[in-house]
T-cell receptor
């Protein structure tokens, strides 16, 4: 299957700082990428849909100004958690969609964010 | 709205079959997917089934789809310790967003 790489895998930051997470599709072009947040009780929450060359589409309840998404190229989307607070600590996972076929999602390895 | 439901936990003995069940609400879904997540990792696509199919088999994995009841299941034959993971059921189509269930944590006992 297609490969999606996410970086960094782990990040620890102080409260009030900003953290950027990168998501790259390594062997295919992705006009659409998705950012998820996974809570300790395992459920996945779709945060936003990242569209190449245009603004991201955020799900209800997700703060646009807090979670900045940029999809500057067909292989790269970034999620920036601005002014992070301890409640933002979570596991963030990106995914990219294959074109055609079953439209299945291919996921990155995830990024564990801990805000002190 | 769309919803996908799964039980949260399943425990099976090593060597037995595991059956993970899922129900969904969107009858217009074109594809039903099963993903596996190992600890600290992203989700890995295991298999998917087109909505006009009843069954799909891939080595130890068998997917059954009852479209009338909107019920999907994943059977893992001869369950091994390496199968311990969280399994997510998901529905969608190639053009719409994919909706995930809450995941079923499969644990294997000796």
């Amino acid at each position: 299957g297609a490969v999606v790489s996410q970086h960094p895998s782990w990040v620890i930051c102080k409260s009030g700082t900003s953290v950027k997470i990168e998501c790259r599709s390594l062997d295919f072009q992705a006009t659409t990428m998705f950012w998820y947040r996974q809570f300790p009780k395992q459920s996945l929450m779709l945060m936003a849909t990242s569209n190449e060359g245009s603004k991201a589409t955020y799900e209800q309840g997700v703060e646009k100004d807090k979670f900045l998404i940029n999809h500057a190229s067909l292989t790269l989307s970034t999620l920036t958690v601005t002014s992070a607070h301890p409640e933002d600590s979570s596991f963030y996972i990106c995914s990219a969609r294959s074109s055609g076929g079953a439209g299945e999602l291919f996921f990155g390895e995830g990024s564990r964010l801990t805000v002190l | 709205g769309e919803d996908v439901e799964q039980s949260l936990f399943l425990s099976v003995r090593e060597g037995d079959s595991s059956v993970i069940n899922c129900t969904y609400t969107d009858s217009s879904s074109t594809y039903l997917y099963w993903y596996k997540q190992e600890p600290g990792a992203g989700l890995q696509l295991l298999t998917y089934i087109f909505s006009n199919m009843d069954m799909k088999q891939d080595q130890r994995l068998t997917v059954l789809l009852n479209k009338k009841d909107k019920h999907l299941s994943l059977r893992i034959a001869d369950t091994q310790t390496g199968d311990s993971a969280i399994y997510f059921c998901a529905e969608g189509s190639s053009a719409s967003k994919i909706i995930f269930g809450s995941g079923t944590r499969l644990s294997i006992r000796p």
